[in-house]
Structure formats: structure tokens, C-alpha cells
């Protein structure tokens, strides 16, 4: 049964530093990797799909890249600002299905 | 202006009541999802629905269940028989033929009296 893992839980940094969020998955035969932002309370906002046959997508200050061999894939914030302070969560969609499977988040908090 | 929409924000349900959420899209999309989410967690897949009139369960169906008579709306149903409601559920939506991503509601908190 495929698996997400995000780590860190949670993360703490200062404005303007850049930072890299990990997410790992256990099987992979997956369709597409995505990246979604949540604000408290609210849905979920897409930031990146990736491809399975891709390596990496960029929009803005974040870049995500994935490796399928090693079940891993890495969102990427530069010069990071208050306003990007959510819980970013990580999610899979397996071969051949069409549901998401969600990792538990990491919570990142943007100090100024 | 297109978006999904769920309703209402917030809703408390008493012991052995039923109760239903609404979740509606004017996204032309084919494939409906419904997600429960509990503090600290990531996203459980209930139930979900690629074509009117057809649905299948996901991770966590119990006690939960799901009608797809339109295409637009995917409502919910909380039955007495999900012991432990509390949550934050979400509904998703997406185009299948593009394989795009899945578009989310602004969720529904809901809470036991």
C-alpha cells in the first residue's frame, strides 16, 4: 500500500532564508506528485504537479523536483517571506488510479 | 465565476442523527472526491465518483455515504453509524481527461453536540 511521509512536521525559519520541504513515497508507480498549500482552516490551494515522467517543475520562488526510483521529491521555497507561512502537504496519484494519497503536512512558520 | 462550493461551514450533528454536506462545481468536471481530514493529519479519501450515477468508496467509507444525480453536486451523508465525526472534510474535484490536478472546496468543519 503506497505510503507519503513529510518531513519535518514543522519547520521555523527567518524571513528571507531559502528552504527545502521533503516528502517520500513507498511505491513508485506513480501518475504525478503534486504540492498543495493549506491555509488554517481552509481547502486546498495546488502549487506544482510533476509528471511522473518529469524531473521537476518551477513557479515562482518554489521548485519541485522528483526522483521516482528513490520515492522522493523535494519542494523547494527561496527567499522565503511571512505570506508563505501554511502547512504544505505532499500527495501522490498511484498508476492507473485517480484519488490523491496525502502525506500529513509539514507546518512552516515565516518569522519577519 | 467557476469554483466548487460546499456548504454550510460549519455543522453540528447530534448523537444518532444524520446529517448532510453539499458540495457542488460548475467546473465542468467529471470526477468528484470527498476527503476527511483530522488535525495533524494529511487527507483520507471517503468516497469518490468518476461519471453521474456511479461512485465508488474509498480509504474510510464507513459510516458515511455518497448520491451522484448530477454532475455538478456530490453530496455527503454523515450517517449515526460514524462513531467519530469530527473532522474538517473536504471535496475535490478534477477533469479526467486532462489528468489535471484536483480542485478543492473551502472544506466543512463539522462537530458533534
Known amino acids: 500500500k503506497q505510503e507519503v511521509t513529510q518531513i519535518p512536521a514543522a519547520l521555523s525559519v527567518p524571513e528571507g532564508e531559502n528552504l527545502v520541504l521533503n516528502c517520500s513515497f513507498t511505491d513508485s508507480a506513480i501518475y504525478n506528485l503534486q504540492w498543495f498549500r493549506q491555509d488554517p482552516g481552509k481547502g486546498l490551494t495546488s502549487l506544482l504537479l510533476i509528471q511522473s515522467s518529469q524531473r521537476e517543475q518551477t513557479s515562482g520562488r518554489l521548485n519541485a523536483s522528483l526522483d521516482k526510483s528513490s520515492g522522493r521529491s523535494t519542494l523547494y521555497i527561496a527567499a522565503s517571506q511571512p505570506g508563505d507561512s501554511a502547512t504544505y502537504l505532499c500527495a501522490v496519484t498511484i498508476a492507473g488510479g485517480t484519488a490523491l494519497i496525502f502525506g500529513k503536512g509539514t507546518t512552516l512558520s515565516v518569522s519577519s | 465565476d467557476g469554483g466548487i462550493t460546499q456548504s454550510p461551514k460549519y455543522l453540528f450533528r447530534k448523537e444518532g442523527q444524520n446529517v448532510t454536506l453539499s458540495c457542488e462545481q460548475n467546473?465542468?468536471?467529471?470526477?468528484m472526491y470527498w476527503y476527511r481530514q483530522d488535525p495533524g493529519q494529511g487527507l483520507r479519501l471517503i468516497y469518490y465518483s468518476q461519471i453521474v450515477n456511479d461512485f465508488q468508496k474509498g480509504d474510510i467509507a464507513e459510516g458515511y455515504s455518497v448520491s451522484r444525480e448530477k454532475k455538478e453536486s456530490f453530496p455527503l451523508t454523515v450517517t449515526s453509524a460514524q462513531k467519530n465525526p469530527t473532522a474538517f472534510y473536504l471535496c475535490a474535484s478534477r477533469l479526467v481527461a486532462h489528468q489535471e490536478t484536483q480542485y478543492f472546496g473551502p472544506g466543512t468543519r463539522l462537530l458533534v453536540l
Open positions: 467546473l465542468n468536471h467529471d470526477a
